[in-house]
């Protein structure tokens, strides 16, 4: 497996290309919450912080990884990476199938919401579980409803995959806090 391969054609490499965008907006927002914000406890702003930056991560892999890797294409190459984009060019899969065939893209759709549960709650105050999880659907909705904008689909197998992701960490995440509520933790 050559470099080029790893960086720009696996989620790995997705992940690496969108990373220093996503801990730029955090480091940003906490700036930003740090100065404006003198009542909140320092944890809520570093939570809040890094919400944003798992935000961003999920906005630049979602929608805008082919045009974050032409700038890494030519950062590395000095040279056009010869994308075509295809605005408005995206298709619409309503007819869901993942659970005849899981495939990696499969899991990867559950792995990239499931901090969404932990993350919400933990950077508002007063998110409950309902919050979250219309949150989390409404984001699901307006990333999906997006994709054929900037050359991607619209599939119900990842509204539904992401929505686990978020009804599981979510599901969890109340699990904890309520096992810790009446522990005394």
């Known amino acids: 497996m050559t470099p080029q391969y790893f960086f720009f054609d696996?989620?790995?490499?997705?992940?690496?290309?969108v990373l220093p965008a996503a801990l730029l907006a955090g480091l940003l927002w906490g700036i930003r919450r740090f100065a404006r914000d003198r009542s909140s406890p320092v944890s809520r702003k570093l939570w809040a912080a890094l919400f944003a930056a798992y935000l961003?991560?999920?906005l630049c892999l979602t929608l805008f990884r082919k045009p974050i890797g032409d700038l890494w294409y030519f950062l590395l190459y000095r040279q056009p990476s010869g994308s075509v984009y295809r605005w408005f060019g995206g298709s619409f899969n309503l007819v869901p199938d993942f659970f005849t065939r899981f495939s990696r893209e499969?899991?990867?759709?559950?792995?990239?919401?499931?901090?969404f549960g932990f993350l919400h709650p933990l950077s508002r105050d007063h998110a409950g579980w309902r919050d979250t999880l219309w949150a989390g659907l409404v984001l699901i909705l307006a990333i999906e409803l997006v994709q054929p904008v900037v050359g991607r689909s619209f599939d119900a197998n990842d509204v539904i995959l992401n929505f686990t992701g978020?009804?599981?960490?979510?599901?969890?995440?109340q699990l904890i806090r309520h096992f810790i509520s009446t522990n005394h933790i």
């Open 56 to 58: 961003t991560g999920l």
């Open 106 to 115: 499969n899991l990867g759709n559950l792995l990239m919401y499931l901090p």
């Open 166 to 173: 978020v009804l599981l960490s979510t599901g969890l995440f």
């Open 10 to 17: 696996t989620y790995i490499g997705y992940f690496l290309q």
